[in-house]
Structure formats: structure tokens, C-alpha cells
Antibody, heavy 120, light 109 residues
Framework: EVQLVQSGAEGKKSGDSLKISCKVS????????IAWVRQIPGKGLEWMGI????????RYSPSFQGQVTISADKSISTAYLQWSSLKASDTAMYYC?????????????WGRGTLVIVSS | SYELTQPPSVSVSPGQTARITCSGD??????AHWYQQKPGQAPILVIY???ERPSGIPERFSGSRLGTTVTLTVSGVQAEDEADYYC????????????FGGGTKLSVL
């Protein structure tokens, strides 16, 4: 089955580090870009950045540049989103999503999301 | 930064037609795409490249474009269509940036 399986919910404190994951199955991990999207509770979708696992080419939204790090491990078909020092404002649901193979900028497959709760 | 503007809410009765608009200055130069998100669920793609419908999406979902505005139309709305809908496009004027509209809550009365 083609799917993106995200890691479980996290409860952290301000200042903690965190790395959440998105494991791909059912298709070639290295051939599709994987994006990360934030959704603060009750709010809309925000694009954070994207990685091409084939060569680890990574692009960040200007809003998230320097705030998070996106990476990928080809050996286990997994993409990651990480923080070095969490803030309460990072509390949100985080989705990974697959970009269209044809090079268009839309996302045709989404993970179920990872809820991150950061207490101050 | 580039913005896409959607109405916060649209309400229709079952069987009627719902139209959700999305406006943005760069839309004439970039494709728009639409996602449906039901409470507690991840978004799903319902329209891509302005007018294309992914396999498995009902035919009652369609997309159109006129100048700086794109529209998602849901014909013969059903109760199961009640959800938040987001348009999405891109801004490559300076950096790579994917932009989502603020979302529209479709209520089926």
C-alpha cells in the first residue's frame, strides 16, 4: 500500500529538541519530494519546506528557514523534521506530504500527522 | 509575501451547488490546487492544476479559473462534503514558497 506513516504524538517542554519522522512505503522513496506542513490547532495549513530524498536537495519556506531542519535517510525510506530548541508556539499538528511526480507543486499523498505539544 | 484569499465560510443546503473562491495576484502565472480536510483528518487532494480531478474524487467536484481567481465548485452537495477546503499555489518570484489560502469552512445546512 502506498502510504506515509508518521511517528506518534509528542509532549515536550520549551527548550527540548525533537525529531519526528515520516516513513514511506509502497513507492520509490528517492523519486518523490516530501514536504512538511504545519497546522496550528484551529488554524490553516502552512508549508514549511521540502526535501528530495534522492540527493537531499532541501528548500525551506522563508517563514521556517533557520527554525527547523528537514532531512531524509534513504536506507530506511524515512524523512524527518527536527527542532533544536522547541518553543510553546511550535505546538501544532505536522503533516508530511508527497509532491506530484510530474514536477507540479501539489501534494497527492499525505501522512496522518504528528501532534507536537510544547509546554512552557 | 504572496497571499491567497478565501472566504471564511460558505453554507449551502444538500443538493445545491457550493462555490468556493480563491484569489491571488500570481494565480494567472501558477496553477492552483484544492484540498479537503475533515475534522481530525489529514488533507486530501480534490483538484489539481486548476481543473484536474484525482482518481477516486467524485465528479461533483470541479475547478475553474478566471483571471486572478480560481473556484472550487461542488455540485449536488452532500452532507459528507462538509469540511474545510484550502486552495494552494506557489510563489517563485524570489524563493521557493508554497502558499495556502486561509481555508473555507463548507457547511451543509
Amino acid at each position: 500500500e502506498v502510504q506515509l506513516v508518521q511517528s506518534g504524538a509528542e509532549g515536550k517542554k520549551s527548550g527540548d529538541s525533537l525529531k519526528i519522522s515520516c516513513k514511506v512505503s509502497g513507492y520509490s522513496f528517492t523519486n518523490y519530494w516530501i514536504a512538511w506542513v504545519r497546522q496550528i490547532p484551529g488554524k490553516g495549513l502552512e508549508w514549511m519546506g521540502i526535501i528530495y530524498p534522492g540527493d537531499s536537495d532541501t528548500r525551506y519556506s522563508p517563514s521556517f528557514q533557520g527554525q527547523v531542519t528537514i532531512s531524509a535517510d534513504k536506507s530506511i525510506s524515512t524523512a524527518y523534521l527536527q527542532w533544536s530548541s522547541l518553543k510553546a508556539s511550535d505546538t501544532a499538528m505536522y503533516y508530511c506530504a508527497r509532491r506530484d511526480y510530474g514536477g507540479n507543486w501539489y501534494f497527492d499523498l499525505w501522512g496522518r500527522g504528528t501532534l507536537v505539544i510544547v509546554s512552557s | 509575501s504572496y497571499e491567497l484569499t478565501q472566504p471564511p465560510s460558505v453554507s449551502v443546503s444538500p443538493g445545491q451547488t457550493a462555490r468556493i473562491t480563491c484569489s491571488g495576484d500570481a494565480l494567472p502565472k501558477q496553477y492552483a490546487h484544492w484540498y479537503q480536510q475533515k475534522p481530525g483528518q489529514a488533507p486530501i487532494l480534490v483538484i489539481y492544476k486548476d481543473t484536474e480531478r484525482p482518481s477516486g474524487i467524485p465528479e461533483r467536484f470541479s475547478g475553474s479559473r478566471l483571471g486572478t481567481t480560481v473556484t472550487l465548485t461542488v455540485s449536488g452537495v452532500q452532507a459528507e462534503d462538509e469540511a474545510d477546503y484550502y486552495c494552494q499555489s506557489t510563489d517563485f518570484s524570489g524563493t521557493y514558497d508554497v502558499v495556502f489560502g486561509g481555508g473555507t469552512k463548507l457547511s451543509v445546512l
